[in-house]
């Protein structure tokens, strides 16, 4: 655990250290062709492992509900398919960052990045093909940089997007997921299975390598920071396909009672926030993506986004 923080630290140091003089561009990272990237290769940075060195799980062992070996307040993403509930403790996805596994008949891709925050769930199929995916080692302004293992291709988890390789330019679709308490979370679906802690991997998942990450408003790698918020202010991130996108951060939430009813392109959203469990539930249409994250990260990925500001 120490010698796998350490690495992060170190790897910082030198990525900071770096960044204000920029080098030839690298033809590869980690073993990776970075060749007609659609993302500034410059921005690319080694996390620290090597391409695996953080293991992505495969088809994992679950449980009941009733044989859950977690406590109630254990953070978890929930994720429901045609019917089928599941719950995957940050407590694994910290030391893993990605679960291939299957739910509801679909294959998907779990993903969370502890650098911003970021729990996405995906559909692993692209063109029909089932994919499954690795962790490459490698980071985007501060985002995990993942890659498919038929193709070696690089895919941003917060753009969901190919960036390099011949799977360049497609997309993966976003599932609608949820970040809350295992116990919150078995109340709703008390038929969900839950991940078990017997992973195949000697890692100790009562402890976390990015321990006061989440409070330090000091990031381990560059990305472009704004000054509104605090760089890990929690915020629900909404975009369109058309590219619209608005950040609603938690401190504005909180302005509102906990509840707050917008219009966001042309869709009416609503946004709750549970302090007791912190948790956000949104209800938004299908075709809106929601993200949860950090502050930095959203606007570091949508520059752009208009932020909602209470009344």
Known sequence: MRSHRLVLCIAALISLAGGSSRAAEPAALNGFSLAGARIPVEEIRRGGPPRDGIPALDDPRTLPAKESPWSDDSRVIGVEVAGQARAYPIAVLTWHEL???????RPILVSFCPLCGTAMVFDRRVNGRELRFGVSGLLYRSDLLMFD????SLWSQIS?????GPQRGRRLTLLRARTTTWGAWRALH????VLSRDTGHARDYAQSPYAGYEQSDRLYFPAPLD????????????????????AYALDEIAKTEGVLRDRFAGHDVRIEYDGTRASFRVDAPDEVEVIEGFWFAWMAFHPQSSVYRAP
């Open 227 to 246: 000054a509104r918020y605090h760089p890990k202010t929690r915020v629900v991130g909404l975009r369109t396909a058309d590219g619209q996108a608005r």
């Open 149 to 152: 293992r038929a193709s070696d």
């Open 160 to 164: 969901a997007e190919a960036v390099t």
């Open 99 to 105: 679960v291939n596994d299957r739910l509801g008949g």
């Open 190 to 193: 008390p038929t969900s299975t």
